[in-house]
């Protein structure tokens, strides 16, 4: 049977800027925490992200649905709002400073800071600017990306952020779980080029340990073939054994070029990159998407359709599952991808919550929502008395006042 969302009845403020923290913020409203955003007095960057003179865009809506907001606020009620959260996210921008953060918030609070390079280290010290590509470029991303002859490539949508946000999430769920059961708030400290790293900068680092930096491909590259145009779209392939790309060449027809030594290297077809990708968009050209997929899957040549946003929401996996919701103000975008026996979720065509206004926030916890599912109230292991987490750390064997408590 359903129950309550795993973090209905948690305050959790946000204090940010910027993608990562809206991303983590929004993932925790997903998960039924009452969230509450703290605005810059100009109000959060993303929304800005519309069309000149608009209202807040798609991405704000998205990041932002279900939150509540405030803005242009006296410190004195901030400061009320913060000790009353359960759980703080910030960017550190706007002035805040992760002392001053910690010195108004509870003792039971977690604490999350996204920033470029974390709190600390020469990077952190220095001040050094750092934006998605200038991070990219920094983990080794960039490195083996784009042509040789071309200048190196990005890879779009500010991932590095998308994923600060996801680990910070996931940190701040276990550490706040902590947190609820013994009463000892913590600091979380994340690194966005440090998750870039792990996620998008890895692998080259590994192969350089194992095999040494010579192992490394130093010539930045795309595949050939890859994604190319369809007479009704795009579509991606990538053949890596030279059994796939024989059966490659003699689906597009050219079974005459098999015994080709040049073609069947990669380096040969980098070299020959125009008139091979001449001789594949001549075939796909003539085709439907749908049609190059049925065939190449016959091949048993990787192959996948690549979607264009309105193509993505009726892809039938997705329309099965109820993926794509609508807002009340309009935006289409993906629900939670997750689902749980335990936790009560919407129903696919049921709209999402809208993004808020600002000065949508009291500052009161909204008596609607239940009641935390976290401990309320804990108790000393040793004497049994209770203790309330926001008076401070948990009362250990060694002060507790029964008379047979160890010393």
Same mark, same amino acid.
């Given at each position: ?86 759980? %703080?996210?910030?960017?550190? +921008? ?9 010195? &108004? $918030? *509870?003792? /039971? @609070?977690? !604490? ?74 913590? %600091?979380?400290?994340?690194? +966005? ?9 890895? &692998? $080259? *680092?590994? /192969? @350089?340990? !194992? ?92 192959? *996948?359709?690549? @979607? ?100």
């Amino acid at each position: 049977m359903a129950g309550a969302a795993p973090f209905a009845g948690w305050r959790v403020l946000e204090l940010c800027n910027g993608l990562a923290v809206s991303y983590c913020g929004k993932m925790f409203a997903d998960a039924g925490a009452e969230v509450v955003k703290i605005e810059s007095p100009q109000g959060d960057s993303l929304r800005a992200w519309s069309a000149a003179g608009g209202p807040p865009g798609a991405l704000f809506g998205y990041l932002a649905a279900g939150k509540k907001s405030v803005i242009n606020r006296g410190q004195a009620e901030v400061a009320s709002l913060l000790a009353g959260a359960d759980l %703080v996210l910030t960017d550190l +921008t706007d002035g805040w400073t992760l002392d001053g953060i910690t010195a &108004l $918030s *509870a003792a /039971s @609070a977690v !604490v999350v800071a996204v920033t470029p390079f974390g709190t600390t280290g020469p990077y952190a010290e220095n001040q050094v600017a750092a934006n998605e590509f200038i991070l990219q470029a920094l983990c080794g991303s960039i490195a083996g990306r784009g042509w040789p002859d071309d200048e190196p490539v990005q890879a779009g949508g500010r991932l590095g952020e998308w994923l600060a946000g996801t680990f910070a999430a996931a940190a701040a769920a276990a550490t706040a779980r902590h947190a609820a059961r013994s009463g000892r708030g913590r %600091v979380i400290d994340v690194s +966005t080029y440090e998750a870039m790293v792990i996620a998008m900068g890895g &692998l $080259s *680092a590994m /192969s @350089a340990s !194992v095999l040494g930096p010579d192992s490394l491909l130093h010539e930045r590259s795309l595949e050939l073939p890859s994604i190319v145009p369809t007479a009704d779209g795009m579509v991606g392939f990538c053949t890596i054994t030279a059994q796939q790309f024989q059966d490659f060449l003699v689906m597009i027809d050219r079974a005459d070029l098999v015994g080709d030594a040049e073609l069947a290297s990669f380096a040969g077809r980098v070299a020959r990159r125009d008139e091979f990708l001449d001789m594949v968009t001549a075939w796909t050209r003539s085709r439907t998407t749908q049609e190059i997929v049925d065939v190449a899957v016959a091949f048993r040549i990787p192959v *996948a359709p690549i @979607a264009s946003p309105e193509m993505l929401p009726k892809l039938d996996h997705f329309v099965e599952r109820g993926v794509f919701v609508e807002s009340r103000d309009g935006v289409l975008a993906p629900r939670v991808p997750y689902r749980s026996e335990a936790m009560a979720t919407r129903p696919p065509r049921q709209p999402r919550r809208s993004a808020p206004t600002t000065h949508a926030c009291t500052g009161r916890r909204d008596p609607s929502r239940p009641a935390p599912t976290r401990p309320t109230r804990f108790r000393c292991p040793t004497c049994g008395s209770p203790i309330s987490p926001r008076s401070g750390p948990a009362r250990s064997p060694r002060n507790c006042s029964a008379p047979w408590a160890p010393t």
